[in-house]
């Protein structure tokens, strides 16, 4: 399994970003997806996921409004599109592949079993 994402990059407050998470070595099209994000101090959280077939998708609290997830299982890619960036959305981003194709009733239960290695996004003015 390798998800490689590429996208992020310094941006101003209000900017946005695109987000995008190349996978290979399983069948993309049967596991849910997802973005996490962990700042630096801060604990590690699960910004959005998507089942396998992007019938369901949550988000966090935080990013509510102003992230969306999407994929496209033809070309094995997820992707992120990030708009009305704020200073807290700093942080290094990282794409996984979760252990089935959806998770259970709670957002929270989202399990990965695969971590890309990150992509900094940098909101600062």
Do not use: H
Request: aromatic fraction near 12%.
């Amino acid at each position: 399994v390798q998800l490689v994402e590429s996208g992020g990059g310094l941006v101003q407050p209000g900017g946005s970003l695109r987000l995008s998470c190349a996978a290979s070595g399983f069948t993309f099209s049967r596991y849910a997806m997802s973005w996490y994000r962990q700042a630096p101090g801060k604990e590690r959280e699960l910004v959005a996921a998507i089942t396998s077939t992007g019938r369901r998708i949550n988000y966090g609290d935080s990013v509510k409004g102003r992230f969306t997830i999407s994929r496209d299982n033809a070309k094995n890619t997820l992707y992120l599109q990030m708009n009305s960036l704020e200073l807290e959305d700093t942080a290094l981003y990282y794409c996984t592949k979760g252990r089935d194709w959806g998770w259970g009733t709670a957002f929270r239960s989202y399990e990965a079993d695969y971590w890309g290695q990150g992509t900094q996004v940098t909101v600062s003015s």
